[in-house]
């Protein structure tokens, strides 16, 4: 099992200060080849880095947690908790430890503490560090292996996916829920599975390839980048309306001073413009259809694509701002232009009158 703890940490991260910052615990960078091939293109691979072991409680338990983080481009540190999970497990008690593991434990505190450890380090690589805000949460179910059950496709009826999924030990789902939940089956082969959530995965493969994870980790980021964009967004509007709103009081006339409004609207489309595009480049499916079928589906269940055109209809706010700011600075101009016209041919013929006198 793997509890996934996501922070906007910083504007980006420079990958390769990382890997000389923390040449002693980096281990690499992530590479998604399922099949020892290239069918996913990482535009900049994240950062692995290996923090050691850590005590976590679930529930009255203590666990003793393999703890990684990977620091991305797009100014991104997740934070992994392996937990194993014995041999043997019953399926009842996993579904205890999911309930807990939603619930009851110490994931976010122990996480916030190497969030902080991280980030002081990464300080020098670092552009736009910033205080955390807000925190994405993910759990992973990766089973290797099943007993009594021959192949990965006979879960479904062997077990109570929902119940695991949703963390539910006690009480029996609706019909209509667990179809919703087992209606996002995704399988390669007879051997492998995944079910996708918009809170937990199952994901059963039996080479212990971790490229579905990875590529939900990758949907999580993506969440947590746009999320802290909409947050963000709303934040800088309301003061570009503020300073648009304390230029247009009637004593303010004279000291309007609308460059500046439309330089800021302009730096805040490019900023956010530009962190979109850097977010949504940063992985492409080249021809694993499979992988894509995950991400995609991740994207759906998290509502990525209504949190996009959330952020896409802010920034059409701020261009339209810009845009309308510019028309009245013109419309100025012209005026101004016009009382000087005006001016000088008002001058033209007070002067031909007094000549004519």
């Given at each position: 099992?793997?509890?996934?703890?996501?922070?906007?940490?910083?504007?980006?991260?420079?990958?390769?200060?990382?890997?000389?910052?923390?040449?002693?615990?980096?281990?690499?960078?992530?590479?998604?080849?399922?099949?020892?091939?290239?069918?996913?293109?990482?535009?900049?691979?994240?950062?692995?880095?290996?923090?050691?072991?850590?005590?976590?409680?679930?529930?009255?338990?203590?666990?003793?947690?393999?703890?990684?983080?990977?620091?991305?481009?797009?100014?991104?540190?997740?934070?992994?908790?392996?937990?194993?999970?014995?041999?043997g497990t019953p399926w009842s008690k996993l579904v205890t430890l999911a309930a807990q593991a939603e619930d009851d434990n110490d994931l976010d505190e122990v996480s916030l503490v190497q969030i902080a450890e991280v980030s002081r380090e990464l300080q020098p690589a670092a552009e736009g560090l910033h205080p955390v805000r807000g925190v994405e949460d993910y759990i992973v179910y990766l089973l290797d292996e099943l007993a009594g059950v021959n192949q990965a496709c006979e879960l479904p009826a062997?077990?109570?996916?929902?119940?695991?999924?949703?963390?539910?030990?006690?009480?029996?789902?609706?019909?209509?829920?667990?179809?919703?939940?087992?209606?996002?089956?995704?399988?390669?082969?007879?051997?492998?599975?995944?079910?996708?959530?918009?809170?937990?995965?199952?994901?059963?493969?039996?080479?212990?390839?971790?490229?579905?994870?990875?590529?939900?980790?990758?949907?999580?980021?993506?969440?947590?980048?746009?999320?802290?964009?909409?947050?963000?967004?709303?934040?800088?509007?309301?003061?570009?309306?503020?300073?648009?709103?304390?230029?247009?009081?009637?004593?303010?006339?004279?000291?309007?001073?609308?460059?500046?409004?439309?330089?800021?609207?302009?730096?805040?489309?490019?900023?956010?413009?530009?962190?979109?595009?850097?977010?949504?480049?940063?992985?492409?499916?080249?021809?694993?259809?499979?992988?894509?079928?995950?991400?995609?589906?991740?994207?759906?269940?998290?509502?990525?694509?209504?949190?996009?055109?959330?952020?896409?209809?802010?920034?059409?706010?701020?261009?339209?701002?810009?845009?309308?700011?510019?028309?009245?600075?013109?419309?100025?101009?012209?005026?101004?232009?016009?009382?000087?016209?005006?001016?000088?041919?008002?001058?033209?013929?007070?002067?031909?009158?007094?000549?004519?006198?």
């Amino acid at each position: 099992m793997v509890g996934l703890r996501v922070y906007d940490v910083a504007d980006r991260f420079d990958l390769k200060a990382v890997e000389r910052l923390m040449e002693g615990r980096a281990k690499g960078r992530l590479h998604i080849a399922p099949n020892g091939g290239h069918a996913v293109d990482i535009r900049e691979p994240p950062v692995t880095l290996v923090l050691g072991t850590r005590a976590v409680r679930l529930g009255a338990e203590q666990y003793s947690a393999e703890v990684y983080a990977r620091v991305w481009d797009y100014g991104v540190v997740s934070v992994q908790f392996h937990l194993p999970i014995p041999s043997g497990t019953p399926w009842s008690k996993l579904v205890t430890l999911a309930a807990q593991a939603e619930d009851d434990n110490d994931l976010d505190e122990v996480s916030l503490v190497q969030i902080a450890e991280v980030s002081r380090e990464l300080q020098p690589a670092a552009e736009g560090l910033h205080p955390v805000r807000g925190v994405e949460d993910y759990i992973v179910y990766l089973l290797d292996e099943l007993a009594g059950v021959n192949q990965a496709c006979e879960l479904p009826a062997a077990a109570d996916l929902p119940a695991l999924i949703l963390g539910e030990p006690i009480g029996t789902l609706s019909e209509r829920t667990e179809r919703a939940i087992l209606e996002h089956t995704l399988a390669y082969s007879k051997n492998d599975l995944a079910v996708v959530d918009w809170n937990s995965a199952v994901v059963v493969e039996p080479t212990g390839h971790r490229a579905v994870f990875d590529v939900l980790e990758f949907a999580v980021t993506h969440l947590t980048e746009f999320r802290y964009f909409d947050e963000l967004l709303d934040e800088r509007l309301e003061r570009l309306y503020a300073s648009v709103a304390a230029q247009r009081q009637p004593g303010a006339f004279m000291q309007r001073d609308f460059q500046n409004l439309i330089r800021e609207a302009s730096a805040l489309y490019l900023e956010f413009s530009d962190y979109v595009e850097r977010v949504e480049n940063s992985l492409k499916f080249v021809g694993d259809l499979h992988l894509a079928n995950v991400f995609r589906t991740a994207v759906a269940r998290f509502d990525l694509k209504e949190w996009e055109q959330g952020v896409m209809r802010k920034l059409d706010i701020v261009a339209k701002i810009s845009e309308l700011l510019n028309g009245e600075v013109n419309v100025r101009r012209s005026h101004w232009l016009e009382i000087i016209i005006i001016a000088l041919i008002f001058y033209e013929i007070v002067a031909a009158a007094l000549k004519l006198s």
